[in-house]
């Protein structure tokens, strides 16, 4: 099993729409989670982190459920813009203070006017 | 300016071939990190440093080694190229503390004929 494991996509959406990716992760130690958002041969770049609470910025809500080793990013009212990879990322350093950051492969957002 | 360059951005070469790709940062972090990325594979993690007197190997540290000059810089060094180390390199800062976002560079492509 890999141990972050995101659904490739394409998702292709129009405008306006809401879209949702689901992550899964296998190491029930990890204690911190973010999702970044990578351009075409661009960098990744933070979106945001996850809290267990569940944290919103703007249009984007991220969510976290411990229990299922779960993590889920929703995209609301979806722009052109928003196109682009979205890396779902777990922090498998435990509580130690090392960031051994593990990536998943990345979903594929194509939104089309 | 950004925060994390990378140089060169592009670089072809032969195999066998000795390279180095740098790195340099000026958000002050202590922790800097080189990853690689493979079409449709996750980031990868090379080499980390968590200061100028510690280095570490990631996950796929053979074939590959660094220096910590400064706090600012840390490269990668490509000792006798081979092709499959053809591939998309990024350097990461982040600062101490659980929880923390990784900061990327803008990334290497390599290739290695």
């Known amino acids: 099993r890999k141990e972050v494991e995101q659904d490739p996509g394409p998702f292709n959406v129009p405008e306006g729409a809401t879209v949702a990716f689901n992550c899964t992760y296998s190491?029930?130690?990890?204690?911190?989670f973010f999702w970044y958002r990578q351009d075409c041969r661009k960098e990744p770049k933070l979106l945001m982190s996850?809290?267990?609470s569940g944290n919103e910025d703007g249009r984007f809500t991220a969510q976290l459920n411990r229990a299922s080793q779960y993590i889920s990013l929703l995209i609301r009212d979806s722009k052109l813009s928003d196109s682009a990879t979205y890396l779902c990322v777990v922090n498998d350093g435990g509580n130690t203070g090392f960031q051994k950051l593990v990536f998943g492969t990345g979903t594929r957002l194509l939104v089309s006017p | 300016d950004a925060d994390v360059t990378q140089t060169p951005r592009n670089r072809i070469t032969k195999t066998g071939k000795r390279i180095m790709l740098e790195c340099s940062q000026t958000k002050g972090h202590d922790r800097m990190y080189w990853y690689r990325q493979d079409p449709g594979l996750g980031l990868r993690l090379i080499y980390y440093s968590f200061d100028v007197k510690d280095i570490n190997k990631g996950e796929i540290s053979d074939g590959y080694s660094v220096s910590r000059q400064a706090q600012a810089k840390f490269s990668l060094s490509l000792e006798s190229a081979i092709p499959n180390q053809t591939a998309l390199y990024f350097c990461?800062?982040?600062?101490w503390g659980e929880g923390q976002p990784q900061h990327f560079g803008d990334g290497t492509r390599l290739s290695i004929l």
């Open positions: 990461a800062t982040s600062d």
């Open positions: 190491n029930s130690a990890s204690q911190s």
């Open positions: 996850v809290y267990s």
